[in-house]
């Protein structure tokens, strides 16, 4: 055989991996959307077993038995959820009580405009009958699709049980204590691998945990501080306000835009100047800026950097494939992925996209 035979075997050969992990990712793809209700527990619970496991840690050094430990972190973290909830469900129910008032002030300030609107609606009417596309004459039939409040309740009930699934098994897991991390590392077939998955799962553990917890101390500043200029600004609810600061932050991108679009709507049917209006809003997207360009690079460090593309994707992506659950483990499922990119060789060069620092190897 010659070198030209061995040069195109190998091309082949090499052509052959190509289709093959191709086709690998358009699989995961077919699986994530489909069997969703399957899969994002799945992995909720194991970046929930990520974030918990060093305390968990921490808590056998201290004599407390793994179960236990586990089932006593989870159960707390979960009353103070429910706590949390609990104690802004008073808040919430005063400013759904004012939405009639919000509509009317609303429909006030449209009330100059409603010609121009009423012009525009009757133009494109004439439009649709120029080209053809007018209703008249056309019979259907339309299916009523289920109602506003049946759909919210369908949600609610499906995140509740996909959380409480995660909750499970994140408790299977770290009750289990090393023995789930020891039967990945068995799997390896060589002492070489075996080394190798143990740094990966060290590693991967370390930083998400440290991304997760520094996140969660981040945004809950963000809301301390949104919910007290609003209050000496005025606004009602600012401590339901920081909250909402707090929660939406952890989505990216998206987050303080929906927040500060939700609260310029609200301030709107609350002041009658626009001018006074539109400075709770301001101040709202003003913190969240801040924090996103400046505190958050800083505190994260280069460490946990990832290349801003590649968190836009990443939560358009898994955005797609599970909705808003999905978009908010669209950043710690990349943080993994740039931990096991970084670790395995084959798949250097997408870690390289991944993380936002530049390789100084030559």
């Not at 289709?19 to 909720?44: N, R």
């Not at 919210?152 to 509740?160: D, H, K, N």
């Not at 310029?264 to 001018?275: E, K, N, R």
Request: proline share 4%; net charge neutral.
């Amino acid at each position: 055989m010659t070198i030209k035979d061995d040069k195109d075997i190998f091309q082949v050969l090499q052509s052959i991996k190509r289709v093959l992990v191709y086709l690998a990712v358009l699989l995961s793809s077919v699986i994530f959307y489909f069997g969703k209700d399957i899969v994002m527990p799945i992995v909720l619970g194991l970046l929930i077993s990520l974030a918990l496991a060093p305390i968990v840690r921490l808590m056998q050094q201290a004599k407390i038995p793994a179960p236990l430990a586990a089932l006593a972190l989870v159960a707390v973290l979960s009353s103070a959820f429910a706590m949390g909830v609990s104690a802004m469900s008073e808040p919430v129910g005063q400013m759904l009580s004012t939405l009639p008032d919000i509509g009317a002030k609303i429909q006030g300030y449209i009330q100059p405009y409603q010609p121009t609107i009423d012009e525009i609606s009757r133009a494109g009417q004439r439009v649709d009958q120029l080209t053809g596309k007018s209703d008249e004459g056309t019979q259907g039939v339309i299916i009523e699709g289920p109602g506003l409040i049946n759909s919210a309740t369908s949600s609610v009930a499906t995140g509740i049980t996909t959380v409480l699934i995660a909750l499970l098994l994140s408790v299977f897991i770290l009750g289990s204590g090393n023995l789930f991390y020891e039967k990945l590392v068995a799997s390896a077939p060589a002492l070489s691998d075996k080394k190798r998955a143990i740094k990966i799962i060290n590693t991967v553990e370390r930083s998400v945990s440290q991304y997760l917890l520094t996140i969660t101390i981040i945004n809950a500043c963000l809301g301390i501080v949104v919910g007290t200029l609003l209050y000496l600004f005025g606004i009602p609810n600012a401590v339901l306000w920081g909250v909402i600061a707090a929660a939406f932050n952890f989505l990216p991108f998206l987050g303080a835009i929906a927040g500060a679009l939700f609260l310029a709507t609200v301030s709107l049917g609350m002041y009658d100047s626009f001018s006074a209006a539109i400075l709770p809003p301001i101040i709202y997207y003003a913190c969240s800026a801040i924090e996103g360009n400046f505190i958050t690079p800083i505190v994260v460090g280069q460490r946990l950097q990832l290349n801003i593309v590649a968190v836009f994707l990443s939560v358009a992506i898994w955005g797609w494939l599970w909705g808003l659950a999905g978009a908010l483990m669209a950043v710690p499922i990349l943080v993994f992925l740039s931990v096991l990119c970084a670790n395995v060789d084959s798949l250097r060069v997408v870690g390289h996209f991944i993380t936002g620092r530049v390789s100084t190897n030559r």
